[in-house]
């Protein structure tokens, strides 16, 4: 069973950690972040923790850390987040990326969000199954922050 809990500031390293593997971020930025850019991102995620109902997770499963994910509110749109997650390497191809984004489906459906979306590179096709599999649709492809992006939405309450 995936256990979640709220990303904290002591938590940087498991953050760090992710975030400057080359694998990782392959599919997310197309490369490592430096130091100072993991940084700058970790302080804005427990800034938006302090604001967020929901959030940022460290992700257990059999009190093992493999991995964060999240679902983020939209400021914008207070019934509408964006879901994503990250796994360590050694994790990949054990179906825990849709343990997890189902576990923060659920998140968002307790939340009474209406709207959740995804943004994946295009050419990851592990997370691409894995988000259609849990009835999201494509809505965009196309260049985002010049980087090749494609958003997924799900309408929560339709079947999956």
Do not use: C
């Not at 400057?20 to 993991?38: G, Q, S, W």
């Not at 939209?74 to 990250?86: C, S």
């Not at 958003?151 to 929560?156: A, G, M, N, P, V």
């Amino acid at each position: 069973m995936i256990e979640l809990r709220k990303m904290e500031e002591a938590d940087y390293s498991a953050y760090a950690t992710l975030v400057t593997d080359e694998r990782v971020m392959r599919y997310i930025t197309e490369h490592p972040l430096t130091e100072t850019e993991a940084k700058r991102r970790f302080a804005s995620i427990i800034e938006q923790q302090r604001h967020d109902r929901l959030g940022s997770y460290l992700v257990y499963q059999d009190a093992t850390w493999i991995g964060i994910g999240h679902v983020t509110q939209d400021t914008r749109q207070p019934f509408e987040a964006e879901l994503g997650y990250m796994l360590l390497p050694e994790q990949w191809g054990h179906g825990y990326g849709s343990l997890l984004a189902t576990r923060l489906l659920e998140l968002a459906t307790e939340h009474e969000l209406t709207v959740v979306t995804a943004t994946i590179d295009p050419n990851h096709l592990a997370s691409r199954k894995i988000l259609t599999n849990l009835g999201f649709h494509s809505t965009y492809v196309g260049p985002i922050d010049g980087l090749p992006g494609e958003i997924l939405e799900k309408r929560l309450g339709e079947s999956s």
